[in-house]
């Protein structure tokens, strides 16, 4: 669920991350760029002693994390107000992103997994046009064939 982006730490390392700005169409200089903007504008611009030095790339409240709780419980913040900012920020990124196009997903579709744009369309239609789903399935059917 892209949605959780508002939880997700710094993209440094290769993770789903990367797929999941690619679903919302965002580069991951934008990403940092929005969070970093968020935060200077909300209370999750505090927090120095966590990870990232802020409360905005800290994880979900139903995670345990010593150095987030210590944070909100130092400066007053409920664990409502952190989700509410965090739910906040998602939308901020959401509506930041602009998806790729059913045929930009295509051809993308068709050139990573070397078939035909025909088949990847037919992939993506069956999928929703949810193009994380269609990853997920080509991967599997990739997987079969070895």
């Not at 200077?40 to 150095?67: D, H, I, M, Y």
């Not at 419980?73 to 900012?85: A, K």
Request: proline content about 7%.
């Amino acid at each position: 669920d892209v949605r959780g982006l508002a939880f997700c730490c710094p993209p440094v390392k290769p993770c789903p991350i990367m797929g999941a700005l690619r679903e919302v169409g965002l580069t991951p200089q934008e990403f940092l760029d929005i969070k970093q903007k968020f935060a200077r504008e909300t209370r999750l611009g505090e927090g120095p002693a966590t990870c990232f030095g802020s409360l905005v790339w800290c994880c979900k409240t139903s995670k345990p994390c010593p150095l987030r709780d210590m944070t909100l419980h130092q400066i007053g913040m409920t664990e409502e107000e952190y989700m509410d900012l965090k739910q906040e920020l998602s939308e901020v990124i959401l509506s930041a992103g602009t998806p790729p196009t059913s045929n930009e997903a295509v051809f993308a579709l068709s050139q990573t997994f070397e078939i035909s744009e025909a088949e990847a369309e037919k992939v993506l239609a069956d999928c929703n046009n949810d193009l994380r789903m269609a990853v997920k399935l080509l991967k599997l059917k990739q997987l079969e064939e070895k």
